[in-house]
């Protein structure tokens, strides 16, 4: 069982910056990735950011150059720096991972862009 715990969510006008963290209950290296989704309202879940065990990246390409995804594994961590932040990024932002064969969810931080 692990545990996924979402922080730094907020209000921010389009064009600002926000991190948002996800501390996990145990090694974060033992996981086989983790990653960050997110779900706007009336749509469908989708993958935002994701860092390997290994250290490699992937980006959608709506966030890529503007968002960057980042570990630390000494705090069992991971941050989701995003800048140039626009409207559309507007969504619950949810912390997840995968070990065994079994996938795990964060509780879920709001994330709100205004013009």
């Known amino acids: 069982q692990v545990q996924l715990v979402e922080s730094g969510g907020g209000l921010v006008q389009a064009g600002g910056s926000l991190t948002l963290s996800c501390v996990a209950s145990?090694?974060?290296?033992?996981?086989?990735?983790m990653a960050w989704y997110r779900q706007a309202l009336g749509v469908q879940r989708e993958l935002v950011a994701q860092?390997?065990?290994?250290?490699?990246?992937t980006y959608a390409d709506s966030v890529k150059g503007r968002f960057t995804i980042s570990r630390v594994d000494a705090r069992n961590t991971v941050l989701l720096q995003m800048n140039s932040l626009k409207p559309e990024d507007t969504a619950v932002y949810y912390c997840?991972?995968?070990?065994?064969?079994?996938?795990?969810w964060g509780q879920g931080t709001q994330v709100t862009v205004s013009s």
């Open positions: 997840g991972s995968a070990m065994n064969g079994l996938n795990y």
């Open positions: 145990r090694n974060i290296f033992s996981m086989n990735f």
């Open positions: 860092i390997t065990r290994l250290g490699i990246t």
